[in-house]
């Protein structure tokens, strides 16, 4: 089915995110606030949630319970799965590859890092995948940081994680925050400063202070933040829909007309043609670029007196 | 009117010699005196690495890659990964505008590898595996993204694209998030100027 941009309804999109900070901030409540809430607790740190935040919970020995547990039909009443840590997640893995993949495994029985985290690397993926693409559902890794320090000694936060999953987590997550206390508000940073990293999109962005739960005060705050974003992809659309169609226009026009370029003459009328095309986002640029390479294939050079001429002339 | 010519390798490579390792440091800043007087280098092993994986990226983006062996080459998986996103771009973009930093009127130059409707794409190879590094906030201080904004006003996202040949690894900034180039131009030339480098600049780097 092709949808054309006008009339694409993101008001069900799903979102994926990572939230991370140091243990006891706070993270896992703030994780637990998305809409209809699954942990899969491969931390074992669903007890440090206070009693009435707590959602339902898997709580497995193995990856494979999880596998199973995802199949089942009650997961249709979940729209968030809460990965809890993805550092442990990781662990969980390490074991999977160990327990059955012959190649994970050195000849004294030990996790062949090199082979193994391949396979953990893999599967990190397919479970990703298969939660947010197929299953359809928001995804929350939550990480504790790592704190090192920089060259000068200043602390720098990273997601506390073995094997490159650190880095590609971030690949497909919509948002990343870290959450610190702050003058004593707990507050979740979405841009990233020299301390920590984060990853800001769909107009979510900065620092927000996480509201102090009670009665008054449910447990929503990612919820919101969600909701919050379909509306602004919702305006982003309507900001990028002209621009882009703009853009296509113009850029299948310069297709055309550089096409037509066949010596200094054509070269030159393309160069005016295109200026005085109507652009939008980066067609000006694209479309220098083309006409530089058709005229540099041609043996064409660009003199600021007559324009376009053939190289020695 | 002089000018005087700025790109983000010149930055980054001064910047290099505040942020690399420290026994690294001297090291780098012969590196880093090396690219102000423009001396021609060698390209290391690294290096190389990075120009043939970038080459393939084009390549197979583009459906020009025809392989010379019998096998693909080693880094085949994580170029087809680039090459994907990359596909229908302009690639080896090269821009220049001019400013003022400081009263000195600069041309900023800069070779864009991708540029595809308003995003601006830069292909990294990383030499060793992903596994052992943290790449998260790698480019956050990079003068590359705040460079290449300015040479392209019109482009509204920075993409990295990372690859250690197998996998891939995408850091993406904002305009708005990007501090302007000129705020680190400036930095830079009141270094120049306590240093006692300025007036290497000058002459090295008058743009002609």
Same mark, same amino acid.
């Given at each position: 089915?092709?949808?054309?941009?006008?009339?694409?309804?993101?008001?069900?999109?799903?979102?994926?995110?990572?939230?991370?900070?140091?243990?006891?901030?706070?993270?896992?409540?703030?994780?637990?606030?998305?809409?209809?809430?699954?942990?899969?607790?491969?931390?074992?740190?669903?007890?440090?949630?206070?009693?009435?935040?707590?959602?339902?919970?898997?709580?497995?020995?193995?990856?494979?319970?999880?596998?199973?547990?995802?199949?089942?039909?009650?997961?249709?009443?979940?729209?968030?799965?809460?990965?809890?840590?993805?550092?442990?997640?990781?662990?969980?893995?390490?074991?999977?590859?160990?327990?059955?993949?012959?190649?994970?495994?050195?000849?004294?029985?030990?996790?062949?890092?090199?082979?193994?985290?391949?396979?953990?690397?893999?599967?990190?993926?397919?479970?990703?995948?298969?939660?947010?693409?197929?299953?359809?559902?928001?995804?929350?890794?939550?990480?504790?940081?790592?704190?090192?320090?920089?060259?000068?000694?200043?602390?720098?936060?990273?997601l506390l994680c073995e094997g490159a999953a650190k880095n590609f987590v971030w690949n497909g997550?919509?948002?990343?925050?870290?959450?610190?206390?702050?003058?004593?508000?707990?507050?979740?940073?979405?841009?990233?400063?020299?301390?920590?990293?984060?990853?800001?999109?769909?107009?979510?962005?900065?620092?927000?202070?996480?509201?102090?739960?009670?009665?008054?005060?449910?447990?929503?705050?990612?919820?919101?933040?969600?909701?919050?974003?379909?509306?602004?992809?919702?305006?982003?659309?309507?900001?990028?829909?002209?621009?882009?169609?703009?853009?296509?226009?113009?850029?299948?026009?310069?297709?055309?007309?550089?096409?037509?370029?066949?010596?200094?003459?054509?070269?030159?009328?393309?160069?005016?043609?295109?200026?005085?095309?109507?652009?939008?986002?980066?067609?000006?640029?694209?479309?220098?670029?083309?006409?530089?390479?058709?005229?540099?294939?041609?043996?064409?050079?660009?003199?600021?007196?007559?324009?376009?001429?053939?190289?020695?002339? | 009117?002089?000018?005087?010519?700025?790109?983000?390798?010149?930055?980054?490579?001064?910047?290099?010699?505040?942020?690399?390792?420290?026994?690294?440091?001297?090291?780098?800043?012969?590196?880093?005196?090396?690219?102000?007087?423009?001396?021609?280098?060698?390209?290391?092993?690294?290096?190389?690495?990075?120009?043939?994986?970038?080459?393939?990226?084009?390549?197979?983006?583009?459906?020009?890659?025809?392989?010379?062996?019998?096998?693909?080459?080693?880094?085949?998986?994580?170029?087809?990964?680039?090459?994907?996103?990359?596909?229908?771009?302009?690639?080896?973009?090269?821009?220049?505008?001019?400013?003022?930093?400081?009263?000195?009127?600069?041309?900023?130059?800069?070779? $864009? #590898?991708?540029?595809?409707?308003?995003?601006? !794409?830069?292909? %990294?190879? *990383?030499? @060793?595996?992903?596994?052992?590094?943290?790449?998260?906030?790698?480019?956050?201080?990079?003068?590359?993204?705040?460079?290449?904004?300015?040479?392209?006003?019109?482009?509204?996202?920075?993409?990295?694209?990372?690859?250690?040949?197998?996998?891939?690894?995408?850091?993406?900034?904002?305009?708005?998030?990007?501090?302007?180039?000129?705020?680190?131009?400036?930095?830079?030339?009141?270094? $120049? #100027?306590?240093?006692?480098?300025?007036?290497? !600049?000058?002459? %090295?780097? *008058?743009? @002609?």
């Amino acid at each position: 089915m092709i949808v054309r941009p006008e009339k694409m309804d993101f008001s069900k999109q799903t979102f994926s995110a990572i939230i991370y900070g140091a243990p006891g901030v706070g993270k896992t409540t703030v994780a637990c606030s998305a809409p209809k809430p699954l942990l899969i607790d491969f931390d074992r740190g669903i007890s440090r949630v206070r009693a009435d935040h707590r959602v339902p919970t898997i709580i497995c020995d193995t990856y494979e319970e999880v596998l199973q547990d995802l199949s089942d039909p009650s997961m249709a009443d979940f729209e968030t799965i809460i990965i809890d840590t993805g550092g442990a997640f990781v662990t969980f893995l390490k074991d999977w590859a160990l327990r059955t993949k012959p190649g994970a495994k050195t000849k004294t029985g030990e996790f062949n890092s090199l082979k193994g985290f391949g396979f953990v690397k893999t599967e990190f993926m397919n479970f990703t995948n298969q939660v947010k693409t197929i299953m359809n559902k928001n995804v929350i890794y939550v990480f504790h940081a790592d704190e090192k320090a920089d060259k000068d000694g200043t602390p720098i936060q990273r997601l506390l994680c073995e094997g490159a999953a650190k880095n590609f987590v971030w690949n497909g997550c919509d948002f990343g925050g870290y959450i610190q206390m702050l003058g004593g508000n707990r507050t979740i940073c979405f841009t990233p400063e020299q301390e920590f990293f984060a990853k800001q999109s769909h107009g979510i962005s900065g620092k927000h202070v996480i509201p102090f739960l009670d009665d008054k005060h449910p447990n929503n705050f990612m919820t919101l933040l969600f909701e919050q974003a379909r509306k602004n992809i919702e305006a982003e659309k309507d900001y990028f829909e002209p621009l882009q169609k703009q853009y296509a226009e113009t850029m299948e026009n310069v297709k055309g007309i550089v096409e037509e370029i066949t010596d200094a003459e054509t070269a030159n009328m393309a160069a005016d043609t295109i200026k005085n095309l109507e652009h939008a986002l980066t067609s000006k640029q694209e479309a220098a670029a083309m006409l530089k390479a058709k005229t540099d294939s041609l043996g064409l050079k660009y003199t600021r007196k007559d324009g376009y001429v053939l190289k020695g002339e | 009117m002089e000018r005087y010519l700025m790109t983000q390798t010149l930055l980054s490579s001064w910047l290099y010699t505040f942020n690399c390792m420290e026994e690294l440091e001297e090291d780098a800043m012969n590196d880093f005196l090396s690219t102000l007087n423009r001396e021609t280098k060698e390209p290391t092993d690294a290096m190389k690495n990075g120009i043939e994986f970038e080459r393939l990226c084009y390549g197979i983006a583009a459906g020009t890659y025809q392989p010379t062996g019998v096998e693909f080459p080693r880094t085949f998986a994580g170029a087809s990964k680039v090459a994907e996103i990359i596909r229908g771009a302009q690639v080896q973009v090269a821009l220049q505008k001019e400013t003022e930093v400081l009263g000195m009127p600069l041309l900023l130059y800069g070779i $864009l #590898d991708g540029l595809k409707a308003g995003v601006i !794409y830069d292909v %990294k190879f *990383l030499n @060793k595996g992903m596994g052992g590094v943290d790449l998260a906030g790698k480019y956050l201080e990079s003068p590359q993204h705040p460079m290449y904004f300015a040479l392209c006003p019109e482009a509204y996202l920075f993409r990295y694209l990372v690859s250690d040949g197998t996998d891939l690894y995408i850091e993406r900034y904002t305009r708005t998030e990007t501090p302007p180039i000129e705020s680190i131009i400036e930095q830079f030339f009141c270094w $120049l #100027d306590a240093s006692g480098y300025m007036s290497v !600049y000058k002459e %090295k780097w *008058l743009a @002609k």
